[in-house]
């Protein structure tokens, strides 16, 4: 899960995937990291924490990192939220890029679309909540994709 500080989109997009998979009995690794290196180190922002409470998952514990070309080869999948994170994801990876493993979040409930999670950065609670609701919804059809029997 990638977006520009791993601060707001993907701590929510880590912790929602990492329960669902759990849920499912899947036993995914699930990791997320920001393009950017301004918040390396912190842990979520306080409303992404509270929101991800709110709804019964604990991001309290998770840490800022920032990606690496490495990630390309670690991670099975890559999922952006916006599409400057796509192309910042390319452009860090550089000789490892691998485009079939690299997607837009949103293209799970709109495929084809190009769509952005918006970042809530400079948002209210609500603007999180929103997030939240995206990102819930996105990787509910993320597990289905890999669960249909
Ligand atoms: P995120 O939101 O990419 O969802 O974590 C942002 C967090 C911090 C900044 C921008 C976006 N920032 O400019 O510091």
New binding site residues.
């Given amino acids: 899960m990638v ?10 997009a880590e912790g929602i995937l990492q329960a669902k998979s759990e849920a499912a009995g899947l036993g995914w690794i699930v990791d997320s990291a ?3 290196n ?2 390396i180190g912190e842990n ?2 306080p409303t ?1 924490q509270k929101v991800a409470l709110a709804n019964g998952i604990d991001i309290r514990k998770q840490r ?1 990192r920032q990606f690496v070309s490495e990630d390309i080869d670690v991670f099975d999948r890559i999922y952006v ?2 599409t400057d ?1 796509y192309q910042e994801v390319k452009r860090i990876s550089g000789s490892k890029w691998k485009e079939e493993k690299v997607e837009l979040i949103l293209s799970a409930l709109y495929p084809g679309e190009k769509r952005n ?1 918006p ?4 948002g209210t609670e609500k603007d999180f909540h929103l ?1 939240f609701e995206l990102l819930n919804r996105a990787c509910d059809k993320i597990i289905q994709s890999y669960t249909k029997t």
């Fill in positions: 977006c520009l500080g791993n601060i707001c989109r993907s701590p929510l920001g393009t950017g301004y918040h979520p922002h992404s800022c939220m916006d994170n999670v970042d809530p950065w400079y997030v």
